[in-house]
């Protein structure tokens, strides 16, 4: 069924802030009865990158995320603003997250992170042709940096020792993309 089966009767926006804004919907369900429904509504799309190097290597980032209240390993990503190029804003991150700059570019994946709460789009990039250069970190950002056998982060994905998402995602495409 391709028909959207939800009919919204109101929409309120409960908070807002430069990043997100969260929204209650009264609906009325595909049974026809009356509910409600949480939305969150991202203003950025989430852009992902994975760099690999001639020699089959590709970056890895570290940060404490306040969300989870842990540390995780995930593939270099930040938001870029809807309605701007969505491979410059990866392109910048890329940058700011590792120093690498690549001449070729290639969209992997286009992926929903969260569809029953969030409308968040990712989009996550292959990045080749690399050139290292200096980090470009924003202030909120204490990044640790890895670099390793992509074969390696595969193994990681396996483990469970990567859990973020969109990485797991991006990592298993470009293994198949590759041939890994």
């Known amino acids: 069924m391709t028909e959207n089966p939800w009919k919204t009767r109101k929409e309120t926006t409960i908070y807002q802030n430069p990043w997100i804004r969260l929204e209650e919907h009264q609906v009325l ?7 409600i429904y949480g939305k969150v509504h991202f203003k950025n799309k989430a852009m992902a990158i994975i760099p690999i190097d001639r020699e089959g290597n590709t970056w890895l980032v570290g940060q404490y995320r306040y969300t989870l209240n842990q540390y995780s390993w995930e593939i270099p990503m930040g938001g870029g603003p809807i309605g701007q190029d969505f491979l410059e804003s990866a392109k910048r991150e890329l940058k700011e997250e590792t120093g690498l700059t690549a001449s070729k570019w290639t969209e992997l994946l286009r992926i929903h992170t969260s ?9 996550i990039y292959l990045a080749e042709d690399l050139t290292e250069g200096e980090t470009e970190f924003e202030e909120t950002e204490i990044l640790q940096i890895q670099k390793l056998p992509f074969a390696k982060v595969i193994d990681k994905v396996m483990k ?15 293994a198949r993309v590759l041939g890994f």
């Open 115 to 123: 569809n029953s709460v969030t409308d968040e789009e990712g989009i």
């Open 160 to 174: 469970g020792e990567i859990t973020d998402s969109i990485s797991i995602a991006g990592i298993l495409k470009a």
């Open 29 to 35: 369900n595909p049974a026809g009865k009356e509910g």
